[in-house]
């Protein structure tokens, strides 16, 4: 810019020379008129030159104008990507302070429910679908209605009933909202607690929807794996998590592995294979040979559920083209380890999807398949009243083994447990029998009390006693193998000496008889000697499970 300043100097002192002698010609009366003529193009020349020469000099100057614009607005722009990283960052701050207050305000719902000790029960009636056989609600066709906030009202004829619950949904509520009442519970599986949450109801009353959900409105199984890696995330630099995940169907009272090959699964329920459920001294209620996979993403665990859901049994009936015929249960497995003390904790989320209860003669369908399953998903959902029942009532002996679904909710119902009903039910007056059905068992189920809920937290001393009694057990288990062999020993020798026990029948046949007997003796006493073994080391588990349970703390940032 300062070179340019001085040639336009230049410029000028050229121009003030040039009109001096240009004066002098014009002045001079010996100047030739031919000279004059080309003086006066020169000149001519000269004002075009001066005229371009002006033109460019305002250039020059706007675009110096221009330039020191450009550093202003430069700078401005500069101070203003500063603000907003400086705000962003604020943000991201403020966010994650945001989700910690949550999931703390979350832990102290989840507190009250351990204290409390019952059953959480939530209602919510489904949304009028194109698909109702009555169409949208109209002259009165509407069998539901809502007084209060925690409260529906059910006609049925002239008669009217209203039902309370922690939480009623009326059809506008969306999944949303739902999901940040089941949240809390969410929490507690992630700090240690065995946590259950299943849906209840008839055919075609949302159960599938409000546990699954469309992929553009996902309903609990995707939000709670989400939170959960959310969580994790958030809490990363106190402790470290690791997931697990395993699907099962109950399909006429026999167990499926929902995660193995689409191929598999159709042989194995062609088959009509089983996979066996039994109850564990230490480990609670397995299946043995369920596949449980590992789980780092989101993305990862909506690839299993959508495998899962493919493999599933769905059939077709009035009330639905696409009805569960089955009882889906997804478990997420949490293991947690905290970095300051090394605690370790595991917590497990039952997430449950039971098929739709209705009466047979509503399946709508004549094939006898459809009919069998009917009878069987009635059948395990009145054992599972039974449960309810019993529990209710506060009876000594819950039949649990009455069925399949009942033994493997037996950890989440036997108290020690965070459980939660969500009963979903139709609007229409043509299902209000079955709505009044699904709301009375609601009702019954809400005023089940479990007992305070305990963390899943390892236990060093348990742990030694337990891998004690297992050793002695193993020890029985090989001597009445050695026994076994010696007795299959000796009765070989017997065999081989056919000829001399011909001689001796009668002697020889009694010592054979004493010594079967004696055998007998023995096995029997080893076998109630483990028998006694486990009783002691289940009763050692419940005796170190509550000692052990009354001095931990209650902040979900340091697990006992």
């Known amino acids: 810019a300062d070179d340019l300043m001085h040639h336009i100097r230049l410029g000028r002192l050229d121009a003030v020379d040039e009109v001096n002698q240009r004066e002098r010609y014009r002045h001079n009366k010996l ?3 031919e000279k004059q003529t080309a003086v006066q193009r020169a000149e001519r020349e000269v004002r075009v030159l001066r005229g371009q020469y002006a033109e460019l000099r305002r250039s020059v100057r706007e675009e110096l104008d221009v330039s020191a614009d450009m550093r202003q607005l430069h700078l401005a722009v500069m101070r203003m990507v500063g603000s907003v990283r400086a705000a962003d960052a604020g943000a991201r701050a403020a966010e994650e302070m945001a989700l910690r207050e949550r999931w703390r305000y979350e832990h102290a719902q989840g507190e009250l429910q351990e204290i409390r000790g019952n059953i959480r029960v939530f209602c919510r009636v489904r949304k009028h679908v194109s698909s109702d056989p009555l169409g949208l609600v109209g002259a009165g066709q509407a069998a539901c209605s809502f007084p209060m906030d925690d409260s529906v009202c059910v006609r049925d004829g002239d008669q009217r009933k209203t039902y309370h619950f922690d939480r009623v ?9 739902v999901y940040s009442d089941v949240r809390p519970l969410v929490a507690s599986a992630m700090e240690g607690f065995n946590v259950c949450v299943f849906a209840y109801g008839q055919t075609g009353s949302g159960k599938t929807y409000t546990m699954e959900g469309p992929v553009h409105d996902p309903g609990i199984h995707f939000r709670a794996v989400k939170d959960m890696f959310d969580y994790a995330h958030t809490r990363r630099s106190e402790c470290t998590y690791q997931f697990t995940l395993s699907v099962l169907e109950i399909h006429n009272e026999r167990v499926l592995d929902l995660l193995v090959d689409p191929r598999v699964a159709a042989e194995r329920r062609k088959q009509k294979q089983d996979l066996p459920v039994k109850l564990d001294v230490v480990r609670g209620v397995t299946v043995e040979g369920l596949t449980a ?5 989101v993305d990862s665990m909506v690839g299993i559920i959508e495998l899962a859901a493919g493999n599933r049994m769905i059939g077709v009936t009035q009330h639905n083209e696409h ?31 039971l098929a739709g209860s209705e009466r047979i003669p509503k399946a709508g369908v004549g094939a006898f398949e459809r ?19 019993a529990l209710a009532q506060k009876e000594k002996h819950v039949p649990y083994r009455n069925s399949r679904l009942t033994m493997l909710l037996q950890d989440s119902l036997a108290g020690n447990s965070k459980v939660l009903m969500v009963v979903t039910v139709s609007p229409l007056a043509e299902d209000a029998k079955e709505t009044l059905s699904s709301l009375t068992m609601a009702k019954r189920v809400k005023s089940i009390k479990l007992g305070g809920a305990k963390r899943e937290v390892e236990n060093k001393e348990y742990m030694a006693i337990s891998e004690k009694h297992e050793r002695r057990v193993e020890e029985l288990r090989q001597r009445i193998g050695t026994l076994e062999a010696q007795l299959r020993n000796a009765l070989g020798a017997a065999k081989a000496s056919a000829d001399d026990r011909s001689k001796r029948q009668t002697q020889d046949g009694r010592l054979r008889q004493e010594e079967r007997k004696k055998w007998r003796e ?6 109630q000697a483990k028998r006694e073994a486990e009783d002691k ?12 349970a009354s001095a931990l703390p209650l902040d979900p940032r340091e697990p006992a």
Do not use: M
């Open 31 to 33: 100047f030739p008129p």
């Open 169 to 177: 949904y009326d059809p506008t509520v969306t999944q949303s909202q």
């Open 293 to 297: 996979i590992p789980i780092t993403t």
């Open 323 to 353: 009805s569960s015929r089955s009882h889906l249960i997804v478990t997420l497995h949490c293991h947690g380890e905290q970095h300051s003390n090394g605690k370790k904790w595991y917590g497990k989320l039952h997430l449950v999807d």
């Open 371 to 389: 009919i069998e399953e009917a009878k069987h998903i009635n059948k395990s959902l009145t054992a599972l009243h039974d449960v309810f029942s």
């Open 522 to 527: 023995e096995r029997e006493r080893l076998e």
């Open 537 to 548: 080391a289940s009763a050692y588990k419940s005796q170190l499970v509550r000692a052990s």
